[in-house]
């Protein structure tokens, strides 16, 4: 019945990162969160690797991304998706150099054409007619509205508002990805129907200019109604992860680092 398409095998999603521009710890930050010794607490910048059949993709790309492929073990990527063009999203586009050199060809990447050139402008090195060598290449390929396919997945953007900033999220099979988001659109909601899990971006327990607080985000998801939700791009001003948890109404739940769901 559904207009989306349906995935005939699971779809694996792990999450590279979950916090927010920062991290957890804050570089200096003596509070509570920053200091804690339990590994739920520390968080790298959000992002979620993807992983069907023969196809494995991540979406975003921000400065942890070296030491998250490490930590996962990828030896392996398809592509990389950008929901904006943030510095916490897209930091660490210089390493996908180790992905150029195993595939001997330029890497691709889906984003939008405002992401592309900013990517232009802020790797300005990449771009130059004689380059030097060693450095990135990439394929750009413009998406916007209308769904797109990298290998077997079939992805479905949604848009989302990140206080003045069009950004996009993503809708795979039954689940979706929604960070870096201050206001889901109508006809956004009319794309989230059915999920059996929704990422969100959830900042911090207060309101803030760009991002749900906990309590928007929830409100969201009730709106939502997938199976399950996890909250994502968490500030240390979240409190401790377990607190929180323990707050939470049922079927949802703080993301941490390594998580992995299989949809
Ligand atoms: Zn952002
Ligand atoms: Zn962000």
Redesign the pocket.
């Known amino acids: 019945m559904s207009q989306h398409s349906q995935l005939d095998a699971p779809l694996k999603i792990t999450f590279l990162g979950t916090g927010t ?1 920062h991290g957890i710890p804050v570089i200096g930050c003596e509070c509570e969160v920053c200091q804690s010794p339990e590994p739920f607490d520390k968080r790298l910048r959000s992002a979620v690797l993807i992983d069907y059949k023969n196809t494995k993709i991540a979406i975003d790309c921000g400065p942890d991304f070296r030491s998250q492929m490490l930590r996962e073990k990828v030896k392996h990527l398809d592509a990389l998706i950008l929901t ?1 063009e ?1 510095r ?2 897209i930091a660490g586009l210089d390493d996908i150099r180790v992905f150029n050199y195993k595939k001997n060809g330029p890497f691709d990447i889906f984003c939008h054409h405002r992401v592309a050139d900013n990517i232009r402008q802020g790797w300005s090195y990449i771009f130059q007619p004689n380059p030097y060598p060693g450095i990135p290449s990439i394929n750009f390929s413009y998406i916007d509205r209308d769904s797109f396919a990298v290998g077997e997945l079939h992805i479905e953007p949604v848009k989302l508002i ?1 206080y003045k ?1 069009e ?1 996009l999220g993503f809708r795979i099979g039954n689940f979706a990805y929604l960070t ?1 988001v201050s206001a889901i659109p109508d006809e956004s909601f009319e794309k989230l129907k059915g999920l059996k899990a929704v990422v969100i971006g959830a900042l911090r327990q207060t309101p803030h200019i ?1 991002h749900f607080s906990l309590s928007q985000a929830i409100e969201a998801a009730n709106k939502i109604k997938a199976d399950r939700t996890y909250f994502i791009h968490m500030s240390h001003d979240m409190g401790l992860h377990h607190k929180v948890q323990q707050q939470l109404p049922p079927n949802m739940y703080l993301s941490y680092d390594g998580l992995q769901l299989s949809i």
């Open positions: 521009s904006h943030h916490d999203h990140h900033l950004v870096d760009s």
